[in-house]
C-alpha cells in the first residue's frame, strides 16, 4: 500500500528557513519521481517542486533560488529544504508520487510564515 507521509512544518518569521520531509513507503522508491505541491487559503493547488528517479529537479518560478529538493532513496525520503521564506510561501504542503495510474498524496504539512 502506497504511503506518504510529511513532517517538517511548522511556523517561522519571514527570511527564515525550515526543511519538509516526506517518508514514503509501498513502492520502489527509488524508481519514482516525486514532487511538492502546497496549497495555500483561497488559492489552487500549485506545483512547487519535482525530482526524478534520475535526479533531475524542476522549480515553480516564485521558488526559484530559495528552495531545494532532494531525495535519499537507501531512506525512501524526499526533502524540500525552504530557505528566505516569504509570507506568500503560507500553505500546505504535499508530497506526491505517481506509482501505475494513480498519483498518491500525502496529508499534508503546515507551512506558516509570519512576524
Known amino acids: 500500500q502506497v504511503q506518504l507521509v510529511e513532517s517538517g512544518g511548522g511556523l517561522v518569521h519571514p527570511g527564515g528557513s525550515l526543511r519538509l520531509s516526506c517518508a514514503a513507503s509501498?513502492?520502489?522508491?527509488?524508481?519514482?519521481?516525486m514532487n511538492w505541491y502546497r496549497q495555500a487559503p483561497g488559492k489552487e493547488r500549485a506545483l512547487v517542486a519535482s525530482?526524478?528517479?534520475?535526479?533531475?529537479?524542476h522549480y515553480a518560478e516564485s521558488v526559484k533560488g530559495r528552495f531545494t529538493i532532494s531525495r535519499d532513496n537507501a531512506k525512501n525520503t524526499v526533502y524540500l529544504q525552504m530557505n528566505s521564506l516569504k509570507p506568500d510561501d503560507t500553505a500546505i504542503y504535499y508530497c506526491?508520487?505517481?506509482?501505475?495510474?494513480?498519483?498518491?498524496w500525502g496529508q499534508g504539512t503546515q507551512v506558516t510564515v509570519s512576524s
Open positions: 506526491t508520487a505517481i506509482v501505475a495510474i494513480r498519483r498518491y
Open positions: 509501498g513502492f520502489t522508491f527509488s524508481s519514482y519521481g
Open positions: 525530482i526524478s528517479s534520475g535526479g533531475s529537479t
